[in-house]
């Protein structure tokens, strides 16, 4: 058995996910070029850690990594509607460019 043999239809390709990915580092290394401090990737882990692995690769310029960890399910199976920070970042991010990435979703803000 195969491990996507039960799998109705694939919603994107491993091709198109990468194109994504490169067309979004672009636009990050483009948006950020000016930008004379190292911008900082924050991934909610566990979730993000592929795809911010793959997106920080193709971004040209300096980054800096950090991960949190939020729960709103704590030992059940339905959100509470409350997350938690249970693991916050170690890095120094005041007055740093972030780039918060869950799963494959990523807000961008300054502190």
């Known amino acids: ?10 919603l994107w390709t491993a091709e198109e996910i990468a194109a994504r990915i490169t ?17 900082v990737v924050v991934g909610v882990a566990p979730d993000a ?10 971004i040209t310029l300096p980054v800096a ?5 939020a729960e709103s399910y704590g030992s ?7 997350p938690v920070i249970t693991f916050d970042v170690k890095l120094d991010i005041s007055g ?5 990435v869950f799963n ?7 502190i």
């Open 65 to 69: 990594v950090d991960f949190i960890r």
């Open 49 to 58: 850690f592929l795809f911010l692995a793959d997106l920080v690769r193709q």
């Open 104 to 110: 494959v979703l990523m807000i961008m803000w300054r």
């Open 76 to 82: 059940g199976t339905r959100s509470n509607g409350a």
């Open 23 to 39: 067309e979004v580092a672009k636009q990050i290394s483009d948006d950020f070029r000016r930008v004379k401090s190292p911008i």
């Open 96 to 100: 740093k460019h972030i780039i918060l």
């Open 1 to 10: 058995m195969s491990m996507d043999e039960d799998l109705e239809r694939v």
